[in-house]
C-alpha cells in the first residue's frame, strides 16, 4: 500500500551557491521545513531581499513494500522559485514556477540498504522564461511547503502526470435531488488481475455509491439519491476514494473530499450558487506572514481562512498563484467561492518559452486542484496591460483561456484588468467573467468615482459579468485626526474608503464578486511607503494576524449574520478638539451612544452610525450599545494631539509639491500640451526617459513627490514600472497631484532632447 513519509525534519541549508555536494555537508545551517531564506528579509523595509540559489541537504532510508518491488517518489508541493532535484548525486528533476507541485520518481537511484543523500537547490532568481516576472508582492525563496517520500507498489495510482493526485472526481447536481458523480483514475503498470473500486462517502461516513472498473477503463458514473448540496453556509463533503485491487488485496488508494453544487453568472443577476442569487463578496489573499515569508503551516492556513470565515466573506481570490493544499481544503471545509489563478501578472515577456511556462503553470494549477468544490473559477492573468498590449498577448490569452476550458469545462474563467484597460480593448470578452482592479481613491480620482465608472461600464457591455478584483488603500494603525484624506495612510482614511465602497457594491448585486485588496498585509521588499518600508498595508488585518483595523469591521457589519457591534477609533486615543466624532459598525438598526456612563444619543443608520460628541478634559469613557451588544473604550481629551499621530511625509510632500511649482517658474500650467518631435514628454515610458538622466531624473523627482514612491531603474518594482508613461503614473496620484502638475512636468521635458 502507499506510504507518505514527511521528510520536514533535520534538513542541512546554505545560502552560498556552493554547487552539489557528494556528502551530507557538516558546515550547513540546521533548518526545518517549511523553510524560506526570505522570511525576514521578504518584508522588514531594508530595500530588498536575497534572490539566490539556496541549497538543501538532507539523508534518508529507502522506504520499502512489503511485497518485492515497488517505487519511490520524492514530492515537493512547492519550491520558490525554480528548483533542481538530485538523489545521490544524479539530477532527477528540474521544475520552473514556485506554487505547484512536483514529483520525481527516485527508486533507481535510490540504496537499499545505505542512507540515501536528497539534494535539492531552489533559486528565486529572476528566470526570464518563468512567472511571475514582476509583481508588487514579494518572490520568496525555498522549501516553504516542505518535502514527501511516497512509496508505492509497481502497480499504483498515477504519480506522474503534472503533480496530479491520479483521481478525478465530477459531482453534478439532478433535478430529481440526487447527484451524479463521474469518476475516473489513471492507473501506472496495470494488467488485467487488477480492478479500481470506487466508493463514496458522505459526511458521517456512510457509503452511499459505489462502483467497481476494470484497471483500463475507469471512468464510470455513479447516481447518489438524495443529495446535499455544497454551499458557502453548508459545505457538506463526501469522500471519493478509489482502491486499486488486485484479487483479495488492496495495492494502493487515493481519495478526494468533494462537493455537490451548481453555480452560474448573469450580467444582471450575478453569480448564482444552486439556483440562487448570491453576490460575491470578499477578500484578496497572500500566502505569508510576518517574520515566516510563505513558510506557513497548516494551521497558519487554517486560521486565514477562520479569520475571513468570521470576517463574513463568501469568496476568497488567492493572489497571484496557485495555492498550498491546506488553504484549498480549508476553503472547502468552511464555505467558500474561490477564484483560483496563475502569476502571469503586470507584464508579458514576449519570450515563447515564457508562455510555456504560463501553460505549464495552468495545467499544473487545473490538474491538481479539479477535486476541490470550493473553486469556481480559473483567473487567467492580473493587471496585464501595465506592460502594454500587443496582437500576441491577446492571442496568448485567447489560447489560456481555451486550455482552461479543455481542461475544465465545468468552471468559469476570470480575468483581472488593470484599472487603465479601455472600455473597447480587445482584452474583453477573451474570459466568462471579467473584473476589474480599481482604485479611485487611492491611486487616481475620488472614491465617489467607483460607482459611476461600474454604471457606465454596465451600460456599455450590458453583456458582461463584471466584479471588482481589487479595490483599497493603505492603512497604518498609527496615523489618526479629525479630517482624514487620500494618502494620510490613517486608520480613519481606510475605514472612511471602505465604508463608501462596501455600500457602492451593496447596491449593485448585479456585481458577481468584489474582492477587497487585501485581506492581510503582506510582504513587498520593493515597496517604501507609509512609514511601514517592506510591506503592503492595504490589509484589513495586521500581517502578524494580531490586529483588525477598523476597516475589517466596516465588512463584517455588510457581510456578517451573527449580530455585531463595534466601536471605531479606539487607537485614536488622545483627541483634541471641542467635539469628535465617534463611529459605531453594526448590522442591528439602532445604537446608543454613551459618554461616561450617560445617553448621547441613539441612532437608526444602516452599517454606519456616526456620533458628534463633546469630551471632558482628561479620560472619558466612550460605550455603544445595540440590544445585548456592548463595546466600550477610553478616549483621552487633550490640547494637542500626540504628532504620531500624523505621518511627516503628509506635510513633506504639501510642501515639495509648493517647491515643485516655484521650480517651475513661470510656465503657463494652463497652456494646452506640446509634444514637439524629438523631444521628451510625458508619452514617453520610464524605461526610456531613463535613458537620459536629466529626464528621469524630473520625472523621479515628481513621482516622489505626487505618489511618495522611489522608482529607479533595476530597484523595486521597476519592472512594473518601466513600461508606463508619466502620464498614466501622475494620473495613479488622483488628487494628490494638483492642477497644473502634469503640464509643469511636460513643459520640463520638452526641453530636452531625446537621447
Known amino acids: 500500500m502507499r506510504n507518505v513519509i514527511s521528510l520536514n525534519q533535520d534538513w542541512l541549508f546554505s545560502r552560498v551557491d556552493c554547487g552539489l555536494p557528494k556528502a551530507l555537508p557538516a558546515d550547513w545551517e540546521k533548518v526545518n521545513l517549511p523553510h524560506t531564506w526570505n522570511a525576514v528579509d521578504g518584508h522588514d523595509g531594508n530595500g530588498g531581499y536575497a534572490r539566490i540559489k539556496g541549497w538543501y541537504a538532507k539523508s534518508f532510508k529507502t522506504p520499502a513494500q512489503p511485497l518485492k518491488g515497488g517505487r519511490v517518489y520524492v514530492e515537493i508541493p512547492a519550491a520558490g522559485q525554480q528548483a533542481t532535484v538530485y538523489v545521490n548525486g544524479s539530477e532527477v528533476i528540474y521544475h520552473e ?8 520518481d527516485i527508486t533507481d537511484l535510490c540504496k537499499a540498504e545505505e542512507d540515501n543523500l536528497l539534494v535539492i537547490a531552489c533559486s528565486n532568481e529572476n528566470k526570464s522564461n518563468v512567472y511571475p516576472q514582476a509583481a508588487d508582492f514579494t518572490f520568496y525563496g525555498g522549501l516553504y511547503r516542505g518535502v514527501r517520500l511516497i512509496s508505492v507498489p509497481d502497480t499504483h495510482f498515477d504519480l506522474d502526470y503534472l503533480g496530479g493526485p491520479g483521481l478525478k472526481v465530477t459531482p453534478k447536481p439532478c433535478e430529481s435531488g440526487g447527484a451524479t458523480f463521474e469518476l475516473e483514475s489513471w492507473i501506472t503498470k496495470g494488467d488485467e488481475n487488477f480492478t479500481v473500486l470506487y466508493s463514496i462517502k458522505d459526511a458521517e461516513g456512510k457509503e452511499v455509491a459505489s462502483a467497481c472498473r476494470p484497471f483500463d477503463q475507469t471512468k464510470v458514473t455513479v447516481y447518489v ?6 454551499d458557502v453556509d453548508n459545505p457538506y463533503l463526501y469522500t471519493v476514494s478509489a482502491i486499486l485491487q488486485r484479487r483479495n488485496e488492496a495495492c494502493d488508494e487515493v481519495s478526494a473530499r468533494v ?14 450558487l444552486n439556483g440562487r442569487e448570491l453576490p460575491l463578496r470578499g477578500v484578496s489573499r497572500h500566502q505569508d506572514r510576518l517574520y515566516k515569508g510563505n513558510a506557513l503551516t497548516r494551521e497558519d492556513h487554517f486560521e486565514d481562512a477562520r479569520l475571513i470565515k468570521e470576517l463574513g466573506a463568501n469568496t476568497i481570490r488567492l493572489a497571484h498563484y496557485q495555492h498550498s493544499q491546506d488553504f484549498y481544503d480549508a476553503c472547502d ?11 502571469f501578472i503586470s507584464v508579458m515577456n514576449q519570450d515563447p518559452a515564457a508562455h510555456q511556462n504560463c501553460i505549464s503553470q495552468m495545467k499544473e494549477l487545473i490538474t491538481q486542484n479539479y477535486n476541490h468544490p470550493s473553486i469556481c473559477f480559473w483567473g487567467i492573468s492580473n493587471e496585464i496591460l501595465i506592460g502594454g498590449i500587443s496582437e500576441q498577448l491577446v492571442e496568448n490569452h485567447k489560447e489560456l483561456n481555451t486550455l482552461c476550458k479543455e481542461l475544465d469545462d465545468t468552471r468559469l474563467t476570470t480575468i483581472a484588468h488593470v484599472s487603465m484597460t479601455p472600455v473597447d480593448s480587445p482584452m474583453h470578452g477573451i474570459t466568462d467573467v471579467e473584473s476589474y482592479n480599481h482604485y479611485f481613491g487611492w491611486y487616481g480620482g475620488k472614491m465617489e468615482d467607483n460607482g459611476p465608472w461600474l454604471d457606465e461600464f454596465h451600460r456599455v457591455h450590458p453583456e458582461i459579468c463584471l466584479g471588482m478584483s ?25 475605514a472612511l474608503y471602505h465604508e463608501h465602497l462596501a455600500k457602492v457594491f451593496d447596491e449593485r448585486p448585479w456585481m458577481w464578486s468584489t474582492h477587497v485588496w487585501n485581506m492581510f498585509d503582506f510582504g ?31 465588512y463584517q457589519a455588510y457581510w456578517s449574520k451573527k449580530p455585531m457591534l463595534h466601536l471605531a477609533g479606539k487607537r485614536y486615543a488622545q483627541r483634541a478638539g471641542d467635539t469628535t466624532e465617534i463611529k459605531v459598525y453594526s448590522n442591528q438598526p439602532a445604537v446608543s451612544l454613551y459618554l461616561n456612563g450617560k445617553l448621547v444619543e441613539e441612532k437608526t443608520a444602516d452599517k454606519v452610525f456616526a456620533f458628534q460628541v463633546s469630551l471632558k478634559d482628561g479620560f472619558n469613557i466612550v460605550t455603544a450599545v445595540a440590544g445585548d451588544l456592548k463595546d466600550s473604550t477610553t478616549l483621552e481629551k487633550v490640547e494637542k494631539e500626540p504628532d504620531i499621530y500624523v505621518l511627516p511625509e503628509v506635510n513633506e510632500r504639501a510642501e515639495g509639491v509648493a517647491n515643485w511649482f516655484k521650480l ?12 514637439p518631435e524629438g523631444k521628451y514628454s510625458i508619452h514617453d515610458t520610464m524605461e526610456d526617459l531613463a535613458k537620459c538622466p536629466e529626464a528621469f531624473r524630473i520625472m523621479a523627482d515628481a513621482i516622489k513627490i505626487a505618489m511618495n514612491m522611489k522608482i529607479e531603474p533595476g530597484v523595486g518594482m521597476w519592472d512594473m514600472m518601466k513600461a508606463m508613461t508619466p502620464e498614466k503614473m501622475v494620473g495613479m496620484a488622483g488628487g494628490m497631484a494638483p492642477e497644473g502638475f502634469l503640464e509643469s512636468i511636460n513643459a520640463k521635458l520638452i526641453k530636452i532632447d531625446k537621447q
Open 470 to 494: 481589487e479595490y483599497g488603500c493603505e492603512g497604518i494603525i498609527t496615523y489618526h485626526g479629525p479630517n482624514p484624506a487620500c494618502k494620510d495612510y490613517s486608520e480613519e482614511y481606510q
Open 333 to 343: 471545509e468552511l464555505g467558500f467561492i474561490i477564484w483560483a489563478e496563475i502569476p
Open 524 to 554: 513587498c521588499a520593493a515597496r517604501d511607503e507609509g512609514g511601514v518600508a517592506g510591506r503592503n498595508n492595504k490589509g484589513l488585518m495586521t500581517m502578524d494576524r494580531k490586529t483588525k483595523k477598523d476597516s475589517y469591521f466596516v
Open 97 to 104: 514556477g514556485g506554487y505547484s507541485n512536483f514529483r520525481a
Open 664 to 675: 517651475a517658474g513661470d510656465l503657463d500650467l494652463k497652456a494646452p500640451m506640446e509634444f
Open 225 to 230: 439519491p438524495d443529495a446535499t448540496l455544497w
Open 259 to 272: 462537493g455537490v453544487r451548481s453555480f452560474s453568472c448573469d450580467p444582471q443577476k450575478g453569480f448564482i
